[in-house]
């Protein structure tokens, strides 16, 4: 490696933008860190060589100085050592490339986890809405400390082998790294006397007791957040988010398509033959629907406004009626000698769908 060319030592053109000289440095430091290499006299020179490089280049005025009087220009005057000057950008390089390896600095009261309840619905509760009591098993404050977890008359004091920073330094090779205070877990407290009723945790497991609203319009795999019904947090933080996931039952006789109802609806051959008026089912009770002569099966009948309402914007879907004609299954005698009669009588006129199906066969095959 040529020791005064700063560009081939990280490996880059000379034209490289600040970015590529990041990336480079990063790769090359994991690669040679004396972590990684421990008692190699030969890799640690080589990573100081690779700071030394970054920290000329990684500065628009000591990279012109460089590029316009090279190594001499950066250079090593008396004292300078290639380790030497790395300032807070290079610490908090360094702090980001290695803090899978030795941990982060003070760790503060962490947020409580959120939770899932999941709740189901009638098809009438999620299409009109309804209020439900649910039960949360959950961390809640611990009512003898209030989540100091010390006990009651006493409090958390600093740790003595951090003095409260939360971090302990110790020397590798010639960096000085920080991590964690094992004694504390990072936090910069203990306690000396623990509450008796959580043992030092600030947390018991409660069961919450809520009445939660569900509005109308929602459907199975919607969710409900409710803020800070989640976990309590450690030592007085936020508390997590509760969320709840709904599913609907399936119903009898309706089905959801949007914000619509569909119901199937049977009625007889001499129904849909002569016309008639049916009882039809609604989420909301019965209605008279007026069955044409003539229908067919599969006809759809629209009824305004008998849907679902919009979680989005409260309007009411529709109900789609679709009628089954049923074909009788069994026949008493004189039964079939009526519909043998009238088969007798039936002419191509009295069936349109049969005429025009046979109609198109023959010009298929003509």
């Not at 409900?224 to 933080?237: K, P, S, V």
Request: overall charge positive.
């Amino acid at each position: 490696m040529d020791e005064k060319d700063f560009y081939k030592i990280l490996g880059v053109e000379r034209n490289a933008s600040d970015d590529d000289i990041k990336k480079a440095y990063r790769k090359l430091a994991q690669q040679f860190h004396p972590d990684k290499h421990a008692g190699e006299k030969a890799a640690e020179e080589k990573f100081k060589l690779i700071n030394a490089a970054y920290e000329c280049l990684k500065t628009p005025e000591k990279r012109a100085q460089y590029d316009r009087f090279g190594y001499a220009g950066a250079g090593p005057g008396p004292g300078f050592r290639p380790d030497a000057g790395f300032g807070a950008d290079f610490q908090d390089l360094f702090s980001e490339v290695f803090s899978d390896f030795f941990g982060g600095r003070q760790r503060g009261p962490s947020r409580g986890a959120d939770l899932r309840y999941d709740v189901e619905l009638t098809f009438e509760e999620a299409a009109f809405g309804t209020d439900k009591k649910i039960n949360i098993p959950k961390n809640a404050v611990c009512g003898q400390c209030q989540g100091t977890g010390a006990k009651a008359g006493t409090s958390r004091t600093q740790c003595a082998a951090c003095k409260g920073r939360g971090e302990v330094r110790f020397q590798q090779g010639f960096l000085s790294i920080s991590r964690p205070c094992p004694a504390c877990g990072g936090q910069g407290s203990v306690i000396k006397d623990p509450c008796p009723g959580c043992g030092g945790a600030g947390r018991v497991r409660a069961t919450n007791t809520l009445t939660v609203k569900f509005p109308p319009g929602v459907e199975t795999g919607s969710r409900l957040r409710i803020a800070g019904e989640g976990d309590f947090g450690e030592r007085g933080a936020l508390a997590g988010d509760l969320y709840i996931v709904i599913s609907v039952k399936p119903h009898a006789i309706f089905t959801r398509e949007n914000d619509d109802v569909i119901c199937e609806m049977p009625i007889a051959f001499t129904q849909a033959a002569l016309g008639a008026e049916v009882e039809v089912p609604t989420i909301e009770g019965p209605v008279t629907l007026k069955i044409p002569p003539g229908t067919q099966s599969g006809k759809v009948f629209r009824l305004k406004g008998k849907g679902i309402a919009s979680l989005q914007t409260g309007r009411r879907g529709d109900e789609q009626v679709i009628i089954r004609v049923e074909t009788p299954a069994k026949l008493s005698k004189r039964q079939r000698e009526i519909l043998e009669e009238f088969a007798s009588l039936s002419g191509e006129d009295t069936m349109p769908l049969r005429k025009n199906f046979f109609s198109k066969v023959k010009d298929i095959f003509e």
